[in-house]
């Protein structure tokens, strides 16, 4: 954009903006409805806790059964003389174990020890 200066020395860009500026603080610009507003819930932080705690423990809870489901299949596949795949339920069933375990255990670390320490030092 061109920065013209006119006859007092002041440029066409910065008469204009200034223009601008002043109208637009005259005539704010209505607020838009939204069709993604969210409204506004006060929600008590104990209320947040107890679902992140339920929700966490849950998944580790469900991931567990899946570990159960996967031992009794390891069962009933080497019942029967397929190794190969008891092998696989059985190390599904670990890795699944595995999981639910860190799922409980690092919700429950981080809702009673995180969340209750102090804000570290930045």
Same mark, same amino acid.
């Given at each position: 954009?061109?920065?013209?200066h006119?006859?007092?020395?002041?440029?066409t860009y910065?008469?204009?903006?200034?223009?601008?500026?002043?109208?637009?603080a005259a005539?704010p610009? &209505?607020r838009s409805?939204?069709? *993604?507003?969210? &409204?506004?819930?006060?929600? &008590?932080?104990?209320?947040?806790?107890?679902?992140?705690? /339920?929700?966490?423990?849950?998944?580790g809870?469900l991931? @567990?059964?899946l /570990? /159960?489901v996967? +031992? +009794?299949?390891?069962?009933?596949w080497?019942a029967i003389d397929?190794?190969g795949s008891? @092998?696989? +339920? @059985?190390?599904?069933g670990i890795? *699944?174990t595995?999981a639910?375990?860190?799922?409980? @255990?690092?919700?429950?670390n !981080?809702?009673?020890?995180v969340?209750?320490? &102090?804000?570290g !030092?930045h």
């Amino acid at each position: 954009m061109s920065r013209r200066h006119g006859p007092d020395g002041e440029s066409t860009y910065g008469s204009v903006k200034d223009r601008f500026d002043s109208w637009s603080a005259a005539n704010p610009r &209505p607020r838009s409805r939204s069709a *993604l507003g969210i &409204p506004d819930i006060d929600i &008590p932080e104990g209320v947040v806790r107890t679902f992140a705690l /339920a929700v966490g423990v849950g998944t580790g809870a469900l991931l @567990l059964v899946l /570990a /159960a489901v996967a +031992y +009794y299949a390891s069962g009933t596949w080497g019942a029967i003389d397929r190794s190969g795949s008891a @092998l696989a +339920y @059985l190390l599904v069933g670990i890795f *699944l174990t595995i999981a639910g375990l860190g799922a409980s @255990l690092g919700t429950l670390n !981080h809702i009673f020890r995180v969340l209750r320490a &102090p804000a570290g !030092h930045h």
